[in-house]
């Protein structure tokens, strides 16, 4: 073999053992950051040929909420962005909820207390309480549990053996935290970030374990990574202060940490903080892939029930922290996936830009094709074209969806292709329609119902044919076809939109509209 065939082999072996997870906590709905974290582990996975795991985390039982695993599930589905393993799919390294995980921790916390890197603490909250509020007295607000302050309470450290065991044997309620060590740097290398080093002065003795039975999140996700094989962690920012605990972690069990990559905050228009999910409501647009509807009855909206396509959710999504490094910004699933690399991610914040995700959509709505469109239209829309053809709708469609955001738009923006209007644009009528209008349009009507074959083409023929023999510019006549058909002064060809009426349809309304529109007038 040679080298670069070696290479390669080895690149493709390790392809196969590139392992991710998305590890979402059920304490809410997801909010459109934790989707592009997905996304990205989604893309990073597919791109190595590697699995792409979903974990739900909820060892904090207080913070629970009904049915958010649920939206996390379905929210993933709309986006397209289908794990290979985890929960709701099954695989080798289950269970993938952390409460039915919960008899596998203690061992791991036994461990880290027998090996001397974490102890048993008995403080009370009260205890807890009152060294926060001394410490405010010092004027010394950010009490920490540390190196320095655990040697004053009341843990395995400072308690005499046999104290500690009666203790336990009594069930007297404990945490176990990680002992972590005084004045070292740690530093690991993130994928997005580079180096990173913080010293251990900087960070407390996070509780590891409860002696209710249940692991907090440091200890279950650390536990989980390993177990379940997960070769990269890519997540939020918001965990960047947590990853010095997981590298010392790691080195405590003596196992081999996964590669980590932070991903960049999503931030508000202005870049002035983060984007909380009251943003969204607020500022006009959805922060959630989703409705949800809180237990309290508020409601969040949902890019889906905007209207959004999935295909432009997720697009606009990924350009917020990462780039290709070309000017290509439309991109399939697939297409994302070839081009997507954690080192094009960005560490700066990335600001969200309403008008660019309405842009993304309206370039996924033009792509879509009018048979989907016609379908989706159906959906929408409802009774109201229930009587039209699907031929119909798609031929609509393809009228209508330059000039439309959204499915509905192409009803709203094109009502007078389902029903007569009722109302006739006052601009143009108060400047295009001139005393010889109605004659002209009644004439032109005439014209009309002489085409026998009532195609775009033809109608278009007859009318230059009409304009011509009347010695007028296209300008003055076919606003006033315009208006007489549809009520408004703009829009797609005329010509196509009568052939779509048909030769019946377009008659009766130049029959009827151009009483109506002299009535206004006069
Ligand atoms: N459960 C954490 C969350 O809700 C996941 C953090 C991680 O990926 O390690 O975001």
């Known amino acids: 073999m040679n080298q670069l065939s070696l290479r390669k082999n080895l690149e493709f072996m390790s392809d196969k053992s590139v392992r991710v997870r998305f590890a979402p906590s059920p304490t809410g709905p997801l909010h459109m950051g934790g989707v592009r974290t997905a996304l990205y582990n989604y893309l990073f996975a597919k791109k190595h040929n590697g699995t792409f795991i979903l974990r739900i985390e909820d060892t904090d039982q207080n913070r629970f909420v009904e049915g958010a695993e649920e939206y996390i599930i379905e ?4 986006c397209g962005i289908t794990p290979d393993e985890g929960q709701g799919i099954g695989g080798d390294y289950g269970p993938y909820k952390q409460s039915e995980r919960k008899a596998m921790y203690k061992p791991y916390a036994d461990q880290l207390i027998a090996s001397g890197n974490a102890y048993y603490a008995f403080d009370t909250s009260e205890d807890l309480d009152r060294m926060r509020k001394q410490a405010l007295q010092m004027k010394m607000p950010n009490w920490q549990y540390n190196s320095v302050t655990r040697t004053s309470m009341q843990n395995s450290l400072t308690l005499p053996e046999d104290e500690v065991q009666k203790r336990l044997d009594n069930g007297d309620s404990y945490v176990i935290r990680f002992k972590m060590p005084r004045n070292e740097d740690v530093r690991f290398e993130d994928e997005i970030r580079g180096w990173v080093v913080v010293n251990t002065n900087n960070v407390d003795d996070k509780v590891l374990y409860k002696s209710d039975g249940m692991p907090t999140y440091h200890l279950a996700n650390i536990v989980d990574d390993h177990t379940m094989k997960i070769s990269h962690v890519i997540r939020g920012e918001e965990w960047l ?26 931030l508000r228009p202005d870049g002035n903080g983060k984007l909380s999910k009251r943003d969204g409501d607020r500022l006009g647009f959805p922060v959630f892939p989703i409705d949800w509807l809180s237990a309290e009855g ?9 209207g959004y396509l999935p295909g ?14 070309t000017t290509q910004e439309i991109f399939t699933l697939v297409e994302m996936v070839e081009a997507f690399s954690l080192n094009r991610v960005s560490k700066a914040g990335a600001k969200f830009d309403a008008d660019k995700t309405k842009w993304f959509q309206q370039q996924y709505l033009r792509a879509e094709s009018e048979s989907s469109l016609a379908k989706l239209l159906r959906i929408e829309v409802g009774d109201a074209i229930s009587s039209f053809s699907d031929e119909y709708l798609e031929q609509a469609c393809h009228l209508m969806k330059e000039r439309a955001t959204f499915v509905e738009d192409i009803y709203s923006e094109g009502q007078y292709l389902f029903e007569n209007p009722t109302d006739f644009d006052e601009k143009t009528v108060s400047k295009k329609w001139k005393e010889e209008a109605e004659e002209l349009m009644k004439e032109w009507s005439k014209e009309l119902e002489t085409i026998s074959d009532f195609d775009a083409i033809n109608i278009e023929t007859s009318f230059k044919a009409f304009l011509e023999a009347k010695e007028m510019g296209i300008g003055k006549v076919l606003p006033l076809f315009r208006l007489v058909v549809t009520g408004k002064g703009m829009g797609p060809s005329m010509f196509e939109i009568s052939a779509l009426l048909g030769k019946e349809e377009s008659l009766k309304r130049m029959e009827k509209n151009i009483p109506a529109i002299v009535k206004l007038k006069g």
């Open 241 to 266: 202060p947590s990853a010095p605990l997981h590298v010392l972690l790691y080195e405590a069990f003596g196992w081999d940490a996964p590669k980590f990559a932070h991903c960049p905050l999503l």
């Open 75 to 78: 929210a993933l589905k709309w």
């Open 298 to 306: 508020e409601k969040f909206s949902g890019y889906r029930e905007q």
């Open 312 to 325: 432009a959710f997720i697009n606009m999504l990924a350009f917020l922290g990462w780039n290709p490094g």
